[in-house]
């Protein structure tokens, strides 16, 4: 049992482990987060160069974001939340075509016609699997998690529908390909955006998303630059977690341990893991992209936050978002500030380049698309950021291993696990994940 005042190490300072961290702290533990990079947030950090804000990883948050919402406000940040006043838009054929606010995707020309009717299915779905389609326990979807979100389109929606608005939507989002996508996933983040009362809204924060973490850590007690190298259990109970800094090797007594880490680090920390416990982490995937971020000395078009673009249209992109039409100060006055994204299969498939070569590649897709946001006329600054592992994969099996997990099945007494790949693909699941690991271990 853990009890108040106890020592609790909290590996990784993302959001998962800084919520975790919150949680543990109020109850009344003492709390120490230990950070491999130089900087708390990790992917959900904001990088300040030459008066650009760049956003590393998470760009925006939904209005369906009931726990990061909740977390902003008692943090003192609701001032600092920003809606993003304009749509995305996928493109068909040279035409952008905007998808909300208010279903606009419906009435537009993105697919035909006789193509919108199989949506009432998708609504039937939604209404029929309501009771399930929980944005804060996946594991309760795992009966709608037994095909993929093409196999399930192809069947049920249509194949227009898949390419032009699905897909896009899962490549610009999260970077994954419907192929390896369940659609317990799709029917729950659907269900979550439609069914929210105030309608879907975009937010960001003044200062970018990393404003959250890094207040978060000001409460806390972080170290930063401290990588963990094993969590070893003692024979009277508790942990040792071995650590180095700068090279000097650090140790921390622990009556508990929230492992905060991405899925793939988890094994390699805790050697003494059971085959099943093995199996659990080593079955969780992520997506790749990179991201190329471009600072013009003009202004873009700020008609749309972002484009969206199916694989029909380009293999290589997946989306742009033009950053100052969130919030002006994402670029120094009179500048502007274009993120593009590649797809994940382009990413893993152009690992090996260098990062001219796939900022030539992506600026002259873009250039063919979609003309009018070219930035190289204007470019005055650029630079990229590769992301091996950007968002976990919810492909099919998922629901039923998280529903292993949460019947107990994987988590060894006073540790436990928090991380998007258990509290879903996005800022939310990463908070709720790590909520939800400080209320276990309590
Ligand atoms: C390109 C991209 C775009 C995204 N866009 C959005 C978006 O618009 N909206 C949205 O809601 N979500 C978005 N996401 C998802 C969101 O960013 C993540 O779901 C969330 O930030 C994950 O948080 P986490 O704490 O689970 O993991 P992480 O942020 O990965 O945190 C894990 C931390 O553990 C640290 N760590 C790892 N190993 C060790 C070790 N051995 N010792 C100490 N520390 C260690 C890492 O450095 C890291 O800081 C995006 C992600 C990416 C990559």
């Known amino acids: 049992m853990i009890s108040p005042g106890q020592q609790i190490v909290v590996i990784g300072g993302g959001l998962a482990g800084l919520a975790a961290a919150r949680q543990l702290q109020r109850a009344g533990m003492r709390v120490v987060v230990l950070e491999r990079a130089a900087a708390v947030g990790g992917r959900a950090r904001t990088e300040e160069v030459g008066g650009y804000r760049i956003e590393l990883g998470a760009e925006f948050l939904a209005s369906f974001y009931t726990r990061t919402l909740a977390l902003i406000d008692e943090v003192g940040l609701t001032s600092a939340l920003r809606p993003i006043p304009r749509s995305a838009a996928t493109l068909r054929d040279g035409q952008l075509h905007a998808l909300w606010p208010n279903m606009r995707a419906a009435f537009t020309q993105l697919v035909g016609m006789r193509q919108k009717l199989p949506l009432s299915y998708l609504v039937g779905s939604l209404l029929r699997h309501a009771q399930r389609l929980d944005l804060h326990a996946f594991q309760k979807a795992q009966e709608l998690d037994d095909c993929s979100v093409s196999a399930y389109a192809r069947a049920h929606l249509s194949e227009e529908l898949l390419e032009y608005l699905l897909q896009p939507a899962l490549a610009g989002i999260f970077y994954w390909t419907p192929e390896r996508t369940s659609r317990a996933l799709l029917l729950i983040t659907l ?252």
């Open 191 to 442: 269900r979550a955006g439609l069914a929210h009362p105030a309608g879907l809204r975009i937010f960001t924060l003044r200062e970018g998303l990393g404003q959250l973490a890094r207040t978060l850590a000001a409460q806390l007690d972080v170290r930063t630059n401290t990588e963990v190298l094993a969590v070893v259990p003692q024979a009277q109970g508790g942990y040792l977690v071995q650590a180095q800094r700068d090279g000097q090797a650090l140790s921390y007594a622990a009556a508990g341990v929230v492992v905060a880490t991405t899925a793939s680090v988890v094994p390699q920390l805790l050697p003494w893991l059971r085959a099943e416990q093995r199996a659990f982490f080593a079955a969780i995937h992520y997506s790749a992209t990179v991201n190329l971020a471009v600072g013009t000395r003009r202004r873009l078009p700020n008609d749309l936050y972002g484009l969206l673009f199916p694989r029909r249209e380009t293999p290589f992109l997946a989306s742009a978002t033009l950053q100052t039409v969130k919030e002006g100060r994402f670029a120094p006055r009179g500048r502007d500030l274009i993120c593009l994204h590649m797809s994940g299969p382009a990413s893993v498939a152009l690992r090996e380049y260098d990062d001219a070569t796939l900022s030539r590649v992506m600026l002259s897709e873009l250039r063919r698309l979609v003309p009018q946001y070219d930035p190289t006329p204007h470019a005055e600054f650029q630079r990229v950021y590769r992301c091996a592992e950007a968002l976990p994969e919810f492909d099919v099996g998922t629901f039923r291993r998280m529903a292993n997990f949460f019947r107990g099945g994987i988590e060894v007494p006073n540790l436990v696990f928090a991380g998007d790949y258990l509290g879903g693909p996005f800022v939310e699941g990463a908070i709720t994940s790590g909520e939800q690991a400080a209320q276990r271990l309590l």
